[in-house]
């Protein structure tokens, strides 16, 4: 089946720093990725909506200029959370929909920040 | 905020029992999805209705669907230890945003 890989799984990173998540389609072209956050306990969030070749659209409430998304090609999305700070540490999660088949959404395995 | 309800937050019960979880939505939707998702692990999908359906089976999974009460049920038959996880519903909308519920924390004691 169609696998969507984020990368890093985890990463540890210092405030003030910035910390770039990747999403990637393995086997098939996304028009159109999703990020999700999601802080320990809690559900998931969406972010943003990530079309390739224009700008992401942010959900109310989502800082686009600290939560950069790029989506360059049809296979790759990044999440660049800039200046991090401690209450920035989540697990972020994409999603991907396929260009043949708009019905099915592919979820990432996730990634976490801690950021210290 | 689009986020659905769930309820309740946590279950906790005996194998072979049967767990039910609700949610509630606040939009029109494409279709609800209710998924799975092991401690700090990522999703994993279960079953999928479509804003047409009323119900659907998937092994021991049962979901219900009343879009005029906006809300949606799942019901896991025969339950087992494996099946402690979280559980979420979420709401589909026709651009493909989907938009989870609060979860269900499920315990199952062997």
């Known amino acids: 089946g169609a696998v969507v890989s984020q990368h890093p799984s985890w990463v540890i990173c210092k405030s003030g720093t910035s910390v770039k998540i990747e999403c990637r389609s393995l086997?098939?072209?996304?028009?159109?990725m999703f990020w999700y956050r999601q802080f320990p306990k809690q559900s998931l969030m969406l972010m943003a909506t990530?079309?390739?070749?224009?700008?992401?659209?942010?959900e109310q409430g989502v800082e686009k200029d600290k939560f950069l998304i790029n989506h360059a090609s049809l296979t790759l999305s990044t999440l660049t959370v800039t200046s991090a700070h401690p209450e920035d540490s989540s697990f972020y999660i994409c999603?991907?929909?396929?260009?043949?088949?708009?019905?099915?959404?592919?979820f990432g395995e996730g990634s976490w920040l801690t950021v210290v | 905020s689009q986020q659905g309800e769930e309820d309740p937050q946590a279950l906790s019960i005996q194998e072979g029992e049967n767990a039910t979880m609700n949610c509630s939505y606040k939009?029109?939707?494409?279709?609800l999805q209710w998924y799975r998702q092991n401690s700090g692990r990522g999703l994993v999908h279960l079953i999928l209705?479509?804003?047409?359906?009323r119900e659907k089976h998937s092994g021991r999974l049962r979901v219900t669907l009343d879009t005029s009460k906006k809300s949606s049920s799942l019901l896991i038959t025969a339950s087992r230890a494996a099946d402690t996880a979280s559980y979420f519903c979420?709401?589909?909308?026709?651009?493909?945003?989907?938009?989870f519920g609060t979860g269900t924390s499920l315990t199952v004691i062997p």
């Open positions: 999603s991907a929909i396929s260009t043949l088949d708009s019905r099915r959404t592919y």
């Open positions: 086997d098939f072209q996304a028009t159109t």
């Open positions: 990530s079309n390739e070749g224009s700008k992401a659209t942010y």
């Open positions: 939009t029109s939707i494409n279709n």
């Open positions: 209705i479509r804003s047409n359906e």
């Open positions: 979420a709401t589909v909308s026709t651009g493909n945003q989907f938009y």
